[in-house]
């Protein structure tokens, strides 16, 4: 991108690519050498601004019955077999940072994810593969039908250390669905938070990266096609729970790497990590993700041990025995979901050191557990907002506590010393919900309990996965909510259908001025 900056005394002249961005010095007008330069730039584009890969092209699809439609936009890529493929644009990221372009088929699954991501960055592509094929409760990747095509890459032009270089590269999808806020149920939206659980989950323990994006743009619900568990993956989504059999497919998956990680091998403790090199933790240093549904910890971005050694809560045990039945016997290969009892004690040892500021304790950390709250927190503010379908419209008091809860929470920000979500999680849910809503409010309460210890300091008890405990937890708390609200011998704990075209308000009406009467 090319530009002229004008001001009553002179001119600069700016460029932009994925590369980064620069301005030139300020011209006056009487030096008009660089402007004509600039104009001729703008028919004869320099080498080094020609960033057209002929072998890989999108161009403007609109044919001369589509004037008055949406434009629609031609792909051509011989790596993947499309040539001239129809698509819609769905989205396109900020300029100057990845630069995200989305397309997606109107008539069919594909969808195509450009983007420039910084050399140092974990590639999408790379953590998808180690997915592998067609994984239970993710999008499923397109592999390239000719390796040999490659995205031709971006020069690194003599701009300055300010200029990052950024790879280009491509990702074909072969996964649709529907944006989370379109939960047309309760139980749906529980069941697929239940899901996304299970999913991350696997991805810790057995491919060992962390999502570190949870949001609901980054959720498609309804999937299509169907993401399946395997038999022998001792994966099993909440349906296929419910209903004794593990083959039922997920509601939701995550479709979204951008900001995955890889993790070690196996746990380390922070000692562990501050050991070794820098690159091995850089990422997992830094805070990503949208700020309100960052996990606490991440967001501050420092160790904030307890005045007192919490007092961790023993695992949910689920009622009636049925439904703990049916949890442990969707999961004979894992001996953690059939543990009860308590999940470990304080560690004093890491408090202390925290205290301290001990050199491994002055920059936090992301680990699984953090991902797993992500994941409530976008449930919890998916609650929050929600109301019944075809329900009357709220009085002002009625939509005050929300209002005042929700407008605090939107504002979140990255390395704020207060974290307005604190409110939320410990608030008074039934004054909270929607009338309507109001009997889930013990359920959440309960399961709100979880988020209020910071997992860095737990000491496992033995037979307890420390990096996915909290998934366990809340695992067992959504469950045994869905059981309820499938029970069709429960008369309290009902299903509720959601409006899915809007939400309750967050606004305020303003306040009514009195008259000012002149004399």
């Known amino acids: 991108m090319l530009g002229v900056i004008m001001s009553p005394g002179g001119y600069m002249l700016s460029y932009a690519n994925p590369c980064g961005y620069v301005v030139t010095e300020h011209f006056a007008f009487s030096n008009i050498a660089p402007l004509v330069s600039y104009v001729h730039s703008l028919h004869v584009p320099p080498a080094a601004i020609d960033l057209a890969d002929p072998e890989r092209t999108i161009t403007l699809g609109i044919g001369p019955d589509d004037l008055d439609g949406a434009p629609r936009w031609r792909i051509t890529d011989g790596a993947y077999g499309l040539k001239n493929h129809l698509f819609d644009l769905i989205s396109i990221g900020p300029p100057f940072s990845r630069m995200t372009i989305v397309f997606a088929d109107p008539e069919g699954d594909l969808v195509v994810k450009d983007s420039y991501s910084q050399d140092h960055r974990q590639r999408e592509a790379v953590l998808f593969k180690k997915l592998?094929?067609?994984?239970?409760?993710?999008?499923?990747?397109?592999?390239?039908?000719?390796?040999?095509v490659k995205f031709k890459p971006l020069e690194k032009m003599n701009f300055g250390s300010e200029f990052a270089h950024r790879q280009r590269h491509r990702l074909v999808l072969r996964s649709t669905g529907l944006p989370f806020e379109k939960c047309e149920t309760i139980s749906e939206a529980v069941g697929a938070i239940y899901d996304l659980l299970e999913s991350n989950r696997?991805?810790?323990?057995?491919?060992?990266?962390?999502?570190?994006?949870?949001?609901?743009?980054?959720?498609?619900?309804?999937?299509?096609p169907d993401s399946l568990p395997k038999p022998d993956d001792d994966v099993c989504f909440?349906?296929?729970?419910?209903?004794?059999?593990?083959?039922?497919?997920?509601?939701?998956?995550p479709f979204d790497l951008d900001n995955g990680v890889k993790l070690k091998e196996k746990h380390l403790t922070l000692k562990e990590i501050d050991n070794s090199l820098p690159n091995t933790t850089r990422d997992l240093k830094a805070p990503t993700g949208t700020p309100m549904f960052i996990a606490r910890g991440p967001l501050l971005g420092v160790y904030d041990p307890p005045a007192r050694p919490y007092m961790f809560e023993p695992l949910p045990q689920l009622q009636p025995p049925d439904a703990a039945e049916r949890y442990e016997q969707a999961y004979p290969s894992d001996p953690f979901r059939k543990k009860q009892g308590k999940i470990g004690g304080y560690n004093e040892d890491l408090g202390n050191e925290c205290f301290e500021e001990q050199p491994h304790t002055m920059r936090l950390i992301q680990r699984p557990w953090h991902d797993a709250e992500s994941m409530?927190?976008?449930?919890?503010?998916?609650?929050?907002?929600?109301?019944?379908k075809d329900s009357e419209p709220e009085g002002a008091d009625k939509l005050k506590p929300m209002q005042e809860v929700y407008g605090a929470v939107r504002n979140t920000g990255i390395g704020t010393e207060v974290d307005n979500r604190d409110n939320m999680i410990r608030g008074r849910w039934r004054k909270l919900l929607h009338a309507r809503l109001a009997h889930l409010a013990k359920s959440v309460t309960e399961m709100c309990q979880a988020l209020n210890c910071d997992y860095e300091f737990l000491l496992p008890a033995t037979g307890v996965n420390h990096e996915i405990v909290l998934h366990e937890i809340l695992q067992r708390h959504l469950f045994q909510m869905y059981y309820k609200l499938n029970d069709p011998e429960e008369k309290e704990f009902q299903d509720v259908k959601l409006d899915t075209s809007s939400f309750r308000p967050y606004h305020k009406d303003p306040e009514p001025k009195n008259p000012v009467v002149g004399c």
């Not at 094929?133 to 039908?145: Q, S």
């Open 376 to 388: 409530i927190l976008m449930f919890l503010i998916f609650l929050l907002r929600s109301k019944p």
């Open 132 to 148: 592998r094929e067609d994984p239970p409760g993710w999008v499923t990747v397109v592999e390239t039908t000719d390796t040999a």
């Open 238 to 253: 909440i349906r296929g729970l419910y209903d004794r059999n593990p083959l039922r497919p997920s509601l939701a998956i």
């Open 202 to 224: 696997r991805a810790i323990v057995k491919r060992r990266f962390l999502h570190r994006d949870i949001s609901p743009r980054n959720i498609l619900i309804r999937p299509t």
